[in-house]
């Protein structure tokens, strides 16, 4: 029997830590939540293989940054905004 890999990950993006999930495998499938949500927004596809999605794609889940388990950035003016938005 093979060891179960954690989804989770932890990553520096722009020297700010960023939470994700990675599941499955297959195509890469990006699933963003939306603005003032989480990662956790996507739970319902995770784990069951009715779904759709299945095992044909390697879904990434993050939690962006300043949303859930990601860090909050540093500072509010303009070079924060515009890190952010180049992610």
């Known amino acids: 029997m093979t060891p179960?890999?954690?989804p989770v990950r932890i990553e520096l993006?722009?020297?700010v830590p960023i939470y994700f999930e990675v599941h499955g495998s297959g195509y890469?499938?990006?699933l963003p939540h939306g603005?003032?949500?989480c990662g956790q927004d996507?739970?319902?596809f995770i784990g069951s293989q009715s779904h759709s999605t299945g095992e044909e794609f390697q879904r990434i889940i993050p939690d962006m940054r300043?949303?859930?388990r990601s860090f909050a950035p540093q500072g509010v003016?303009?070079?924060a905004r515009k890190?952010?938005?180049q992610e």
């Open 83 to 85: 890190a952010h938005s």
């Open 66 to 68: 300043g949303h859930g």
């Open 4 to 6: 179960a890999t954690s």
């Open 42 to 44: 996507w739970s319902a």
């Open 13 to 15: 993006l722009n020297g």
């Open 28 to 30: 890469p499938l990006l």
């Open 35 to 37: 603005f003032s949500r």
């Open 77 to 79: 003016g303009l070079a």
